[in-house]
């Protein structure tokens, strides 16, 4: 498997514990209040970052290129600045830190452009002569 699948599906569990433990969390204090944190931890950070991992993994040309471990530096940045700062907004009443949380958000719009490029950027077609042909 690509290095870059195994970071995003390693990131991935990752948010998927902390996404519980939040959920967890608003159930036994019975305060819902975070609920749009809770699933934004789970949607960008569990089900994305492993969508993201298994593109890479079926797509090994393109995991192996600079730019996949941009958008998983990218991306997993604007989660780490957006998701707390959206938890503490919500869950604390923090309306100081909408800054932080809008930052976060536009470092996230990046990485999933970035995605985007290499979705829909060409890759050499590998010959069986191992000889790189035109790009697709």
Do not use: C, Q
């Not at 036994?28 to 944190?37: G, L, Q, V």
């Not at 089900?47 to 941009?70: D, E, H, Q």
């Not at 940045?77 to 958000?105: C, D, F, Q, R, W």
């Amino acid at each position: 498997m690509p290095r870059v699948s195994e970071l995003f599906f390693k990131t991935a569990l990752v948010f998927l514990i902390v996404g519980i433990a939040v959920g967890l969390h608003m159930a036994i204090s019975e305060d819902h209040a975070a609920f749009p944190a809770h699933a934004h931890i789970n949607l960008l950070g569990w089900v994305t970052s492993a969508i993201f991992g298994g593109y890479y993994a079926l797509n090994p040309a393109k995991a192996a290129r600079r730019i996949a471990m941009v958008h998983y530096g990218l991306y997993t940045l604007g989660l780490v600045v957006m998701l707390p700062a959206l938890y503490l907004m919500l869950a604390k009443g923090n309306t100081a830190i909408e800054p932080l949380v809008a930052a976060g958000s536009m470092i996230v719009a990046a990485a999933v452009l970035v995605f985007g490029f290499v979705v829909f950027s060409s890759e050499p077609v590998a010959t069986v002569s191992g000889l790189k042909s035109a790009p697709r």
